[in-house]
Structure formats: structure tokens, C-alpha cells
């Protein structure tokens, strides 16, 4: 019989690996500038794995992209209603709202199927989420576990499970920027603002791991530990990813590392969206000198955000990105919350985390680095289809905002390592 080893054991970086320096992001950036045929380079595959710790990248993929919040959910409510073994679910919020209700019946249909059925919601990002709720799903017997629950020390509190994850059977998961509540439009109740989001389904070997970075974090919340005999995910398309994470002691540098050698290797275009823009002064110098290579470097940021501050502290960065030739564009319609990166039009990344301080220090995180073109022509579409509903940030418009303006960016430039 095979030994039955930790789920967790897929992850890389190991826990307490520290980045070498030749790997550290100054580094890593001179590395993809070195290579010669950037992006392209058979080579650059190997520097993002060597910089995770010799991370797997996974063939055989298949993926499904979502732009609207509310054919996510669909999809995810109907992979759980197809399951047949095992149903995990990590999210950073997941609301007891119409949305929520509507998965909490799903999950416990699959545990009344007799399937192992288990949600991981962090403490903070869900503490609006009634205690009734959580009962309601563990007595129908769903394992429900709540990271760094508001009862445990102090000393923790800052470091938040921000992914967001659902694998099913361990060969179907999905990831990106998506929590579970309504306003990703998923809701009946036309009140509800319509978020604008990116979230994708995975088939394929990469969702194994992705059940691996699940059980990293219900082991932190004092679950049970996961074991790798409850079966793998078999090839079923073309698409090549790394999963790519992050936790308190694991990861964090690593990110921001490969983040670097991709802007390095990018000898195009780098087309860029985040929720929330804090990446602090050498992160943006980074982005800086790459536009001053003459890379088309465009910025899609919300017009209007849930973190007011945080929007603020990015405009603290946009003068002199603006000198530097990148292109800046601030999204109207509605919030925006996507988490995407598409360099070349054939390496992408998708995922939970933010530019910004919190996810590259703090948070639980996970993102998919794709090496796929037609992914990275379906994200280029859907980037410039957002930017016909943007404003652009010019820089005389720019030098000529208010001066209350002016003084909430400074404020929030100087709060900016602390949001």
C-alpha cells in the first residue's frame, strides 16, 4: 500500500525557504531582461520555477474564463452538484446573502450525497457571515473551519486567507478574483451593484495542487491534514500552468520575484488590472523602468473603489509612472475587482492577489501564471473592452487635479504600507 503523504507536500517554496540572491526580484528582473528571447524563451519557465522553489509547471489544462460574476457562479454551483468524491471551498469572504445561501444549499446536497464536503472562510473577510449560518452547514454535516478567527491572538490578525478556491474531486478547481456574495451580480435583487471581476475554472493537473494550497490553509485553521491518495487529475487540454501561492512564512517574496522576472522578459506589452494599487516605491520603480524600456505598460485601476484609501494611496505612484510613459486608465462603471496580468500576449497571470503591500507581505494568496496565447489574447480582449468604459489619466489633466485631491493622495501615499 502507498504511503500516504501530506497533500501539502505539492507546495513550493517550502515553508521558511529563503529567496537566494540571485533569485531576489533586482535579480530575477535582470534575468528576464537577459533572456534572449524574453517571454518566448524556453528558459523563462525554468527562472519562474527556480524562483518558487522548484515549482512544478503543470501541462495538460484546460481553462474557462469568466469576466461576469454571475456565469461564475453558475459554473461553480453546478461543478459542485456534479461532484462525486470531495467539495473544498476556500474563500476570503463568503456571505450568508442570496449568493451564499445559494451555495450553502449546494454543499449540503453534496454532503447528503455522503461526499466529503469542507469550507474554509477567513474570520475577518466573512465577520458580517451570521454564526447560524456556519450551524447550519455543519449540521448537515459540512466541515466548516474559519481562519484566525477573531478569538485567536492578536498577534496574527494582520495575516488574512485572501484566496479564493473551490476544487472539486481534485481534478476541477477555480480561482481569481470572486468571493461568495452579490455583488459579483449573482443576486436576483437588482439593487445589488454588479461588481466587475475575472474568475476562471480549471480541468487538469493543476487542480490538484490547488486542493494543496486549500489544505495549507484548513491546516492553519486546525483541520485535519489532507492526504494525496484520494485520487489526481488526468491531462485534458493544452494549457501549462504554475500555481503560484502565498501564506504567513511561505511565498510572499517569492511573488513578488517572479513578478519581476516577467516584467523583466516582457520586450512588448504588459497589460495590468488590480483592485487596489499599492506596490510600494521600489515595485512601482520596477514598472517605472519598464516602461522606459519602451514596453507598452497600461494600468487599469478602479474609478470608484470599496477602499477609498487604498485608491488614494495608488495616485500617490501615478506621476511618476506618467513620466515614465506607462499608461494609466481608471475604470467607471462599477467597482473593479480583477486581478489579472497578461505580458506578451502569451504569459498571463490570475488570481487573488492585489498589487499592492497586503498581498505581497501578508495574505494568503493564490494565482495562476498561464503560458498560453490564446488565454493571453481572450485577457487582452476583455482588457481593451474595459478600457472603452475607462477614463485615461493624462499628465497635464493629472498635475491640474484639486488640491483636496492632491492632499488625500499624500496622506494615503505615506498610510500606504500599513493598508
Known amino acids: 500500500m502507498p504511503a500516504r503523504l501530506p497533500l501539502v507536500s505539492l507546495l513550493r517554496p ?7 540572491p540571485a533569485l531576489q526580484p533586482q535579480a530575477a528582473y535582470q534575468a528576464g531582461i537577459q533572456l534572449s528571447d ?3 524563451s524556453a528558459s523563462f519557465a525554468e527562472l519562474l520555477s527556480g524562483i518558487d522553489g522548484g515549482a512544478t509547471i503543470h501541462p495538460g489544462n484546460r481553462i474557462r474564463l469568466f469576466f ?5 457562479m453558475d459554473a461553480m454551483v453546478a461543478a459542485i452538484a456534479g461532484a462525486e468524491r470531495e467539495v473544498l471551498i ?7 446573502d442570496e449568493t451564499g445561501a445559494r451555495f450553502q444549499r449546494e454543499l449540503q446536497r453534496a454532503a447528503d450525497r455522503g461526499l466529503t464536503v469542507r469550507v474554509l472562510a477567513d474570520a475577518f473577510g466573512s465577520w458580517r457571515t451570521h454564526g447560524h449560518f456556519w450551524r447550519e452547514l455543519a449540521s448537515s454535516g459540512v466541515e466548516v473551519r474559519l481562519y484566525n478567527s477573531t478569538m485567536a491572538t492578536l498577534l496574527w490578525q494582520p495575516f488574512r486567507d485572501h484566496r479564493k478556491i473551490l476544487v472539486v474531486d481534485r481534478s476541477t478547481g477555480f480561482t481569481g478574483g470572486m468571493n461568495i456574495a452579490d455583488e459579483y451580480g449573482s443576486s436576483t435583487r437588482p439593487r445589488h451593484a454588479v461588481w466587475r471581476d475575472t474568475h476562471m475554472r480549471v480541468d487538469g493537473p493543476a487542480a490538484l495542487e490547488m486542493a494543496a494550497v486549500f489544505a495549507e490553509g484548513w491546516e492553519r485553521a486546525n483541520g485535519e491534514r489532507l492526504h494525496l491518495d484520494e485520487g489526481a487529475a488526468t491531462t485534458c487540454g493544452d494549457v501549462e500552468i504554475m500555481v503560484q501561492d ?10 513578488v520575484a517572479v513578478l519581476a522576472a516577467l ?4 520586450r512588448e506589452r504588459v497589460w495590468m488590472t488590480t483592485a487596489y494599487f499599492v506596490p510600494g516605491r521600489r515595485g512601482a520603480r520596477v514598472i517605472e523602468t519598464t516602461a522606459r524600456r519602451g514596453v507598452d505598460i497600461r494600468l487599469l485601476v478602479p474609478g470608484r473603489s470599496d477602499v477609498r484609501i487604498a485608491r488614494h494611496a495608488g495616485h500617490g505612484h501615478f506621476r511618476p509612472l506618467l513620466d515614465a510613459g506607462a499608461r494609466i ?6 467597482i473593479l475587482h480583477a486581478k489579472t496580468l497578461v505580458a506578451d500576449g502569451c504569459v498571463s497571470i490570475v488570481g487573488s492577489a492585489n498589487m499592492d503591500l497586503r498581498s505581497y507581505r501578508f495574505n494568503a494568496e493564490c494565482n495562476l ?3 498560453d496565447r490564446g488565454v493571453g489574447e481572450k485577457l487582452e480582449r476583455q482588457f481593451l473592452a474595459d478600457l472603452e468604459h475607462s477614463e485615461e489619466i493624462l499628465p497635464a489633466t493629472w498635475l491640474r487635479r484639486s488640491l483636496g485631491h492632491r492632499l488625500l493622495d499624500a496622506g494615503a501615499y505615506v498610510l500606504g504600507p500599513l493598508l
Not at 517550502?14 to 537566494?20: E, F, K, Q, V, Y
Not at 516584467?263 to 516582457?266: D, R, S, T, Y
Not at 486608465?329 to 462599477?334: H, I
Open 263 to 266: 516584467l523583466g522578459a516582457a
Open 369 to 371: 501564471v498561464l503560458f
Open 90 to 96: 476556500e474563500s476570503y469572504i463568503f456571505r450568508d
Open 329 to 334: 486608465f481608471e475604470y467607471e462603471p462599477a
Open 38 to 40: 524574453g517571454l518566448a
Open 246 to 255: 502565498a501564506i504567513r512564512g511561505r511565498g510572499h517574496h517569492e511573488m
Open 14 to 20: 517550502r515553508s521558511g525557504r529563503r529567496l537566494s
Open 68 to 72: 461576469a460574476g454571475a456565469a461564475a
